[in-house]
């Protein structure tokens, strides 16, 4: 069981590094790898685990999508502007090579339907104490 434990860990913590390094490259997920880091501590590191859930700018997001299983309409808007403010910036400055740029716009593309409607919108609790 510990060395299971230690596989969850390792695994969530390369996850949360992704994750993280999905904010600043286009095309890699942010939010799927903090939820499947948040999944993994859950089950091994109660430490870890709490440590993610609080954190001032990761942990919102996870509990948000854990507790009600989707994400807020203003959360969803700062997701993909931040995700297109990335690949325009990648694409314009970045990448020289066109078909890439194309790869790029076209992932783009295919996380911005999946985040605007395969992703569930929820009330935010500010329109519930309205």
Do not use: C
């Amino acid at each position: 069981m510990r060395l299971l434990k230690l596989i969850y860990v390792a695994g969530g913590t390369l996850s949360v590094g992704l994750g993280v390094l999905g904010i600043f490259v286009p095309g890699l997920p942010t939010t799927v790898f903090l939820l499947i880091a948040a999944y993994l501590y859950m089950r091994s590191s109660e430490k870890m685990y709490k440590w993610l859930i609080s954190n001032r700018l990761l942990g919102k997001y996870i509990l948000d999508f854990h507790q009600k299983k989707g994400m807020t309409l203003p959360t969803k808007i700062y997701a993909i502007s931040l995700m297109w403010l990335m690949i325009s910036l990648s694409v314009i400055f970045f990448i020289p090579n066109p078909i890439i740029d194309y790869v790029v716009l076209g992932v783009g593309i295919i996380g911005t339907i999946s985040m605007g409607f395969l992703v569930r919108t929820v009330k935010s609790d500010n329109a519930d104490k309205s």
